[in-house]
């Protein structure tokens, strides 16, 4: 499959810290990838760089065929990427459904809010609700939803299960797969390995700001003591 993401030779920095290392992947469409390693080597780091949050960057990020570096930052979801932070970013002063509409539309293969209620029946249920109401959980629903109304072609997700209640995590992913079986492309950092080998396709393990290793699905019991080993699982 062609790549929709190609990344070659990514290197970034905070101030005078070289943080990334000639970082290499692609992610293909309709794939879901996930970037895997211990706290600290670099996998939220490549998310914000490829984004455009982290400017001081060097290296190719080509998207759909197009040169990423000089797009800057508040151009970078017009051309179809998505980034959904830890963080998350929901505004505790608007409700469900104010968050939900706040992104403009940038494609045009957004979901409409029906489809997104559909597939998140939590925020039907709270959509008058202001942000300071919502769980963690409903949270990470809602940022997941915002991002997929404005039409973006690629998810960037950065550790969508981190502090989640066990089923919670569970509608996570399976809300991951349907987006998957709609061809939407993912490229994902979780923590969670058991999660990450239930809805990946293909697997890049980093340390120190570099791509060590990369596997299919298909590989994970045979590398599975090493992995425990590396990742400390």
Do not use: C
């Amino acid at each position: 499959m062609a790549a929709l993401l190609d990344i070659k030779g990514l290197n970034a920095w905070y101030g005078e810290s070289h943080v990334l290392h000639g970082v290499d992947m692609s992610v293909a469409e309709g794939e879901t990838v996930t970037l895997l390693g211990r706290n600290g080597v670099g996998k939220t780091t490549t998310l914000r760089t490829i984004i455009g949050i982290i400017r001081a960057r060097k290296g190719e990020i080509r998207f759909a065929g197009k040169d990423m570096i000089a797009v800057p930052l508040h151009r970078t979801a017009h051309h179809g990427i998505g980034f959904v932070p830890e963080e998350r970013g929901i505004f505790s002063s608007l409700t469900v459904l104010e968050n939900l509409m706040l992104p403009p539309v940038v494609g045009p293969d957004g979901m409409g809010v029906e489809e997104i209620f559909e597939l998140f029946p939590n925020l039907y249920e709270r959509r008058s609700s202001p942000g300071t109401r919502l769980s963690g959980g409903e949270q990470q629903m809602l940022a997941i939803a915002r991002t997929l109304r404005t039409g973006v072609k690629m998810l960037l997700l950065d550790e969508p299960t981190e502090g989640l209640a066990p089923v919670i995590v569970q509608r996570i992913g399976e809300v991951l797969r349907a987006l998957k079986n709609r061809g939407m492309t993912i490229l994902l950092v979780e923590q969670n390995f058991r999660f990450a080998s239930r809805v990946a396709d293909r697997f890049y393990l980093m340390d120190h700001g570099q791509v060590v290793n990369e596997f299919p699905v298909s590989d994970l019991p045979e590398r599975m003591d090493t992995l425990n080993r590396v990742l400390g699982v």
